[in-house]
């Protein structure tokens, strides 16, 4: 759902202006009595509702998606993508990668076996190395400053 939520916040604000979620979230404060009051606030500023957000933004994103793919299929095969995580059976995502310098990625590993982790991605010709950190992912916030991640020193 954090992805959905992000996706809709970020075209609401890029098709109708930074600080539309103030001029909303004020709106529906003001005027709880309107039935419902976050929709209505947001058609007051918008002119379409939360399905109509939705139904737009994700037209907006397919249009992106699409032109993106068409840019990858055009450059041809030479163009191909380079992947670090090994083949494996099982559901793995990788997500919110950081890349901290041309050998090492930041990332969080997530599957259905296991809870979210924090992975250390170190590329070694020929191969990639995997090192899973101990602390679980709760509320990570993605920086890196001078070879540390949220406090974590980087090998």
């Given amino acids: 759902?954090?992805?959905?939520?992000y996706d809709l916040t970020a075209y609401a604000r890029?098709?109708?202006?930074?600080?539309?979620?103030?001029?909303?979230?004020d709106r529906y404060t003001r005027h709880i009595y309107l039935v419902p009051p976050f929709s209505r606030s947001l058609k007051h500023y918008t002119g379409i509702g939360t399905k109509g957000l939705f139904n737009q933004t994700f037209?907006?994103?397919?249009?992106?998606?699409?032109i993106q793919d068409s840019l990858y299929l055009t450059k041809g095969a030479k163009h191909k993508p380079v992947y670090l995580s090994p083949e494996t059976k099982q559901y793995t995502s990788y997500q919110y990668p950081q890349i901290v310098?041309?050998?090492?990625?930041?990332a969080?590993?997530?599957?259905?076996q296991d809870i979210h982790s924090l992975v250390?991605?170190?590329?070694?010709?020929p191969t990639v190395y995997f090192k899973?950190?101990?602390?679980?992912?709760?509320?990570?916030?993605?920086?890196?400053?001078g070879g540390q991640f949220g406090g974590i020193q980087i090998e």
């Fill in 1 to 5: 759902f954090y992805t959905l939520g």
């Fill in 14 to 25: 890029y098709q109708y202006g930074a600080d539309i979620w103030d001029k909303v979230t």
């Fill in 59 to 66: 037209s907006f994103l397919k249009h992106e998606w699409e």
């Fill in 101 to 106: 310098n041309d050998s090492i990625i930041i």
């Fill in 108 to 112: 969080v590993k997530s599957s259905l």
């Fill in 120 to 125: 250390i991605i170190k590329k070694r010709s």
């Fill in 132 to 145: 899973q950190m101990r602390h679980p992912v709760i509320g990570l916030r993605m920086e890196v400053y």
